[in-house]
């Protein structure tokens, strides 16, 4: 990340913008986006996700601009789970101050789940592949590939999974993922009434009006959302 910080000043003013932008919310993070960014992965908190979701859509976002500056601009863009945001902003459904304003606030809600027992792990199976090796707590939370899957869950029960699934396919990529959150699974609900950041809220509003309209031009590049509300939409819009 340094090099692209160091090589790049249009990458690096991307980052201190946006960083600039939360740290003029009324609810600041205590720490500075370009300086959690630079740290060495030893000392790094990007493992947390009230850190993690705000560098990761930072990063995406100053990705998005410097590519565009070089000349390379998408015609479609998928968004997914924490990349939705950089990809609503890549297809000029919202602004950078949105998507990093919606980054932020989903790490404040995302830190609120109990993180002790939660994990995740990819495997290097297909979907069906890997369902004989489940048990209560764990499951497939999303599938990037035909021959590749996340699983999700309960930390020591994953552990399990992970082994068994060791066991009878020697070889295969099997790697725990350095989350403690478990993602895409049971463990990531929280009660509708711990979710009251009203910010979170207003951004939420702000995307989904934004898609709409965005939508009903047919303005390009298109946007592909995993979000449930984001399809809802799509598909009002489009009936």
Known sequence: MSRLIERYSSFDSDIQSLGAILLGLEDPPPWNLKEELLKPVKSSNLDLPEYGQP???????????????????????????????????????????????????????????????????????????????????????????????????????????????????????????PSSVAYHSRKCKLPSHNISLDSLADVEQIICWKLGKLTRHYLHPIFIASLQQYHSILLLLQS
Do not use: W
Request: with cysteine; glycine share 10%; net charge positive.
């Open 55 to 177: 560098l990761l859509a930072a990063i995406q976002i100053a990705l998005v601009n410097l590519l565009a500056s070089l000349g390379v601009v998408p015609d479609a863009v998928i968004g997914f789970s924490s990349g939705e945001m950089a990809a609503a902003y890549a297809s000029c459904a919202i602004t950078a101050k949105e998507a990093i304003i919606a980054a932020y606030y989903r790490g404040q809600v995302v830190k609120k789940l109990d993180r002790k027992r939660g994990g995740m792990a990819a495997i290097g199976l297909g979907h069906n592949q890997v369902l004989p090796f489940l048990k209560p707590g764990v499951t497939v939370g999303c599938d990037p590939s035909p021959n590749f899957v996340v699983l999700s869950g309960d930390k020591d029960v994953l552990e399990i999974v992970c082994e068994d699934i060791r066991k009878v396919n020697i070889g295969v990529f099997n790697y725990r993922l």
